[in-house]
């Protein structure tokens, strides 16, 4: 199992998180209506997530207790469709805490309602930042729009091993 250091920001979102009640997560719904490909909306996230493969990494406990990152072997993401009656029973998932070491770091939610389209986009900030959420958004945008996605030039394990 390869894993990889947290950086220190990283480390102390990691135990703000585990400590507080709050909701460390970026995130955000957006209601497309009926001008949408969802089909093809789920292909530009799988195709997003490709490109950030620091997104499926996962967090755990190395034998000292620290929390370190785990990059999993299968990086093969897929997005779903899901059907809603109303997109108020999605409202409520939006402010969450998240159990940082037993699931993933980020959720998107695709969905199909009475009044068309919608993205939930959940990015956990311990993977984060205003910047790279602008960098995700516009990703998904080009690869819907049919352009090319380049994997990032520089990883997060080389980032955080860096700083170590």
């Known amino acids: 199992m390869k894993t990889f250091p947290l950086n220190q920001t990283q480390l102390a979102i ?9 909701n460390y997560a970026i995130n955000f719904l957006h209601h497309y209506g009926e001008n949408v490909n969802l089909e093809k909306l789920c292909r530009a996230i799988e195709k ?8 499926m990494d996962r967090i755990t406990l190395d034998d ?3 929390p370190v990152f785990v990059v999993p072997e299968d990086k093969h993401y897929v997005q779903t469709i899901e ?5 108020d029973e999605v409202r409520a998932s939006l402010i969450h805490k998240r159990d940082l070491l037993h699931g993933p770091l ?10 068309g389209g919608h993205l939930l986009f959940d990015v ?5 930042d205003g910047l790279t959420i602008g960098t995700l958004l516009k990703d998904i945008e080009t690869a819907y729009a049919g ?3 380049t994997e990032e030039p520089v990883t997060a394990e080389q980032m955080n091993l860096a700083e170590a």
Not at 48 to 55: D, S
Not at 83 to 87: A, E, P
Not at 124 to 128: A, C, D, F, L, T
């Open 106 to 115: 980020f959720t998107f939610r695709v969905m199909q309602g009475q009044d």
């Open 14 to 22: 990691f135990y703000a998180e585990q400590s507080a009640e709050g």
């Open 64 to 66: 000292e207790g620290t």
């Open 124 to 128: 956990h900030h311990v993977i984060s």
């Open 83 to 87: 059907q809603i009656s109303t997109i």
């Open 147 to 149: 352009g090319e996605l």
């Open 48 to 55: 997003m997530v490709a490109a950030h493969p620091h997104l």
